[in-house]
Each structure stands twice: as C-alpha cells, then as structure tokens.
C-alpha cells in the first residue's frame, strides 16, 4: 500500500512552545490529508481535514489558532501546535488520501507524532 | 449517542479460540465500513473492508448488517499475535471517516 511518513515520531517540549509535525506522502499525491488526536484508551477523534492549497476545515471543538494546519504540496501537510500545554500531550496521527488507489480504502496513515508537553 | 459505538472489551481468550465484535453506527447515511487493527502506540492499519455481502479473509470474518446499522468482525483459530485493539471505521458521504473506540483483545497461550 501507499507510504506516510510523519516526522517527528516523538517530541518532548515545555509548555508554551509551538511544535510542528510534518506529514508526508512518499510514493503519490495526496489532495487530502487529515490530522487526528488520539488520548490513551481513546478514540482517534478528527481535529481537521487539509485540502492542498486552501484552507483546512477544522472539526468543532477544534481551535484554528491553535492548532495551525498547512497543506503546501501534494505531497506535504504540516500541523503546529502553538503555545503547547501538557494537555495537548496526545498522539497525533495524520492520514493521506490516495485518489488514484483502488478499492474502497484510500486512507493511508502514518506512524503518528507522540507529543508530550511539559 | 456516540456515531460508532463499540464494546472496548478487553476481551481475554486463549489461543484457538473464536472471538467476535461487534459495532453499531448512527448514521444511516454511512457508505463504507472497514475493520482496522492498532497496537499499542501504533498508528491504526487496515485490517479489511466490510462489503454488505460479507466478506472473509483467513481466519478474519466480517459481516454488515445495513438494516440494523451493525457490523461485525469474527476471528477464528485466534493467534497470540492477534492481541492488539480492534477499531471499528466507517465513513459517510465525502472522506470523513469515524472511528470507534475500539475493542482490545488479548489472546493468551
């Protein structure tokens, strides 16, 4: 199946510090990428859906400002997470969508960003 | 009501033994449903697609039942390997896709 690759896998930060997580797309285009959360022994919840070259559609209960969302390429999707405080500490996960797969699964995921803020 | 509701288990069988799960959406609408298999501080994968006329792969039975807005997953010959969280997907209209909190199972020797 198709690759993506997320970086970083895991970053410590103190509260108050913006990080970014860069979702990537190695072997096809994406024109749809979406970033989730998911708490221990929880659900991975959508936050937004980022669509190359406009605006990322945030879920409700999602902050726009605080959870900045990128979509420069086809092949690059990046969330920043602003002022970072330990509870944001969660697994971030980013998928990609393959428009060109067969079958009824386009969706691919990457290994997911642990973040864990101080 | 939760979209996707799950039983979150855990489900603790022994080795050989068959297991199910089951799953109930809210959403009528819902146009696929898949079965997808995470281990712990894991991204999700794909474990198989869910078709109306149920569908089988190896040991993996699944079936979806649009009338009740209900699917589930049979696993058969269960392996130590098949331990890990079991998530229940379906996706409506567009690419939203909603997942459920998962079922964990743990198979013992």
């Known amino acids: 199946g198709a690759v993506v690759s997320q970086h970083p896998s895991w970053v410590i930060c103190k509260s108050g510090t913006s990080v970014k997580i860069e979702c990537r797309s190695l072997?096809?285009?994406?024109?749809?990428m979406f970033w989730y959360r998911q708490f221990p022994k929880q659900s991975l919840m959508l936050m937004a859906t980022?669509?190359?070259?406009?605006?990322?559609?945030?879920e409700q209960g999602v902050e726009k400002d605080k959870f900045l969302i990128n979509h420069a390429s086809l092949t690059l999707s990046t969330l920043t997470v602003t002022s970072a405080h330990p509870e944001d500490s969660s697994f971030y996960i980013c998928?990609?969508?393959?428009?060109?797969?067969?079958?009824?699964?386009?969706?691919?995921f990457g290994p997911g960003t642990r973040l864990t803020v101080l | 009501r939760k979209e996707v509701e799950q039983d979150p288990g855990p489900f603790n069988v022994p080795e050989g033994a068959t297991v199910a799960f089951n799953c109930t959406y809210s959403?009528?609408?819902?146009?696929?449903f898949f079965w997808y298999r995470q281990d712990c501080r894991k991204e999700p994968k794909l474990l198989m697609s869910?078709?109306?006329s149920g569908n089988e792969d190896g040991r993996f039975t699944a079936q979806l039942n649009r009338a009740s807005q209900y699917i589930s997953l049979l696993i058969r010959d269960s392996k130590l390997s098949d331990s890990a969280t079991y998530l229940c997907?379906?996706?409506?209209?567009?690419?939203?896709?909603?997942f459920g909190a998962g079922t964990r199972l743990f198979v013992k020797a």
């Open positions: 997907v379906v996706r409506a209209g567009g690419f939203k896709t909603i």
């Open positions: 980022s669509n190359e070259g406009s605006k990322a559609t945030y």
């Open positions: 959403n009528s609408a819902s146009q696929s």
């Open positions: 998928s990609a969508r393959d428009p060109t797969a067969l079958g009824v699964n386009e969706q691919f």
């Open positions: 869910v078709y109306s």
């Open positions: 072997d096809f285009q994406a024109t749809t």
